[in-house]
């Protein structure tokens, strides 16, 4: 009993130790360190889509089960349509770039989520229009993270790479929770429009001052040495 107490305990330094070294990494270097506030940001702001979808379909628009079902199912082949396609895209020189690309887009959605709960459109069309708009955000959503996730995998130096992923899935983990919470409650009071007015926002500022030309230059440089690097 003490050994599996003092494993246990001996598990847990070690894991605090990696947080904190790789987050010393990633604050220490500029590229790593916008991208991931970027990066954290948009998990963060973007958790209320765990939360509207099935607030808005059965809340406020009084979608059927099978209605719901429909919705999901056009929306889950936006993952692997766009988990195919740029599997395909071979010889990507900047996935920083595409990442920016792809979570620009994304932002830009925003808006038009909650269209269906001001405005008549009919079931049939709210079903369409719902499932057409969460395709796109899936879609996107590959677009941008297997790109970033790629570049993280080829940049970071094998030694810290461990710790790296330590510490973004911790203030991940602490996070997206507080982020559910959050929107969970704005939208039981209504504030629909407001809310997704803020974030699209505070997200399209955050990416666009984060992430600028001349940090793009610089992760296209360090990902193409880092290539040959490795083929070397």
């Known amino acids: 009993m003490d050994n599996t107490i003092e494993d246990t305990n001996e598990d847990n ?8 070294e790789g987050l010393r990494f990633i604050l220490n270097h500029e590229l790593f360190s916008k991208t991931l506030i970027v990066f954290i940001g948009i998990n963060f702001f973007g958790s209320f889509l765990a939360v509207l979808p099935e607030k808005m379909m059965i809340n406020e628009l009084n979608f ?14 936006g993952i692997l349509i766009g988990g195919y396609m740029i599997g395909k895209r071979k010889n990507i ?4 770039a595409y990442m920016k690309f792809g979570f620009t887009l994304s932002i830009l959605l925003i808006p038009l989520y909650i269209l269906p709960i001001y ?24 677009i941008s993270n297997v790109p ?32 559910v919470i959050l929107f ?12 997704h007015l803020i974030v699209t926002v505070i997200l399209l500022l955050l990416i666009f001052t984060m992430i600028r030309k ?11 040495q880092a290539l040959h690097k490795d083929e070397h």
């Open 13 to 20: 330094k070690n894991y605090i130790k990696e947080f904190t």
């Open 64 to 77: 059927l089960p099978e209605q719901v079902g429909i919705v999901n199912a056009v929306a889950g082949t």
């Open 93 to 96: 020189k900047n996935p920083l």
């Open 119 to 142: 405005l008549d459109m009919g079931s049939t069309v709210s079903v369409l229009y719902i499932a057409l708009l969460f395709f796109m955000y899936l879609f996107l959503n590959q």
């Open 148 to 179: 970033f996730l790629s570049f993280i995998q080829i940049v970071v130096p094998h030694k810290i790479k461990g710790r790296f992923f330590a510490a973004t899935q911790v203030v991940n983990m602490v996070l997206n929770p507080l982020g």
């Open 184 to 195: 969970s409650l704005l939208y039981d009071l209504g504030y629909y429009w407001q809310v």
């Open 214 to 224: 001349t940090l793009l230059k610089k992760s296209e440089q360090l990902y193409i």
